[in-house]
């Protein structure tokens, strides 16, 4: 049982460059989150969603795109790297829609130049 | 929109000390969750609470939901290396959305 999978590990980008951060779990939970985390700052919601084609934003959503085609996976796309957007990377799932544990994945470093 | 702010930012202890990280929200939370982070981990669920006024126990972990269910504390009895690490704070407010709190950072001197 891998739990929340995360890919890459680390990224460097240049400014304007675009990537997709991948995130997979084999839970069968129905929450899936994005967060981030800058030093000082905790982690800061970006999207979530609670089921396969429902998504919403969460505190920073500006320049991030998110979509839950399956359960099992919720990418999270930048489309235009800015500097702003260097941060390690979280995703959080949970098995039920509005309570319970949030199991977190190992985290993507991206560095943006 | 909803917050949960968290203090102190962070705390040095000699080991055998206690440790307390308080978490307030400026509105009612429906539930509040800790978490705790190992340098260069992710973080991990220690324990969710519910019901106001609610005290649970994990052997030196002591967590406290308040009254109003708008704060929240975790203290930890006799400090050990092992508990180095950020805690946070999570709550939600009757939605979906889970936020969290800055964190505190402990740092514990053997």
């Known amino acids: 049982n891998a739990g929340v999978t995360q890919t890459p590990k680390f990224q460097v980008l240049k400014t304007g460059q675009s990537m997709t951060l991948q995130c997979a779990q084999d839970?069968?939970?129905?929450?899936m989150s994005w967060y981030r985390q800058d030093p000082g700052m905790g982690l800061r919601l970006i999207h979530y969603?609670?089921?396969?084609?429902?998504?919403d934003q969460g505190e920073v959503p500006n320049g991030y795109n998110v979509s839950r085609s399956t359960t099992e996976d919720f990418p999270l796309r930048l489309l235009s790297a800015a500097p702003s957007q260097t941060s390690v990377y979280f995703c959080?799932?949970?098995?039920?829609?509005?309570?319970?544990?949030?199991?977190f994945g190992e985290g993507s470093r991206l560095t943006v130049l | 929109g909803q917050q949960v702010m968290q203090i102190p930012q962070y705390q040095h202890v000699q080991e055998g000390e206690d440790f307390t990280t308080y978490c307030n929200s400026s509105?009612?939370?429906?539930?509040i969750q800790w978490y705790k982070q190992r340098p260069g981990g992710h973080p991990v669920f220690l324990i969710q609470?519910?019901?106001?006024?609610e005290v649970k126990k994990q052997k030196r972990l002591t967590f406290q939901f308040g009254e109003a269910k708008k704060n929240s504390s975790l203290h930890i009895t006799a400090t050990q290396t092992t508990d180095v690490g950020t805690y946070f704070c999570?709550?939600?407010?009757?939605?979906?959305?889970?936020?969290f709190g800055a964190g505190t950072r402990l740092f514990v001197k053997a």
């Open positions: 999570a709550g939600q407010t009757g939605g979906f959305k889970t936020i």
């Open positions: 969603s609670v089921g396969a084609g429902i998504t």
């Open positions: 509105t009612t939370l429906s539930n």
């Open positions: 959080a799932s949970r098995r039920v829609r509005n309570t319970g544990e949030l199991f």
């Open positions: 839970m069968n939970h129905e929450y």
């Open positions: 609470l519910v019901k106001s006024g």
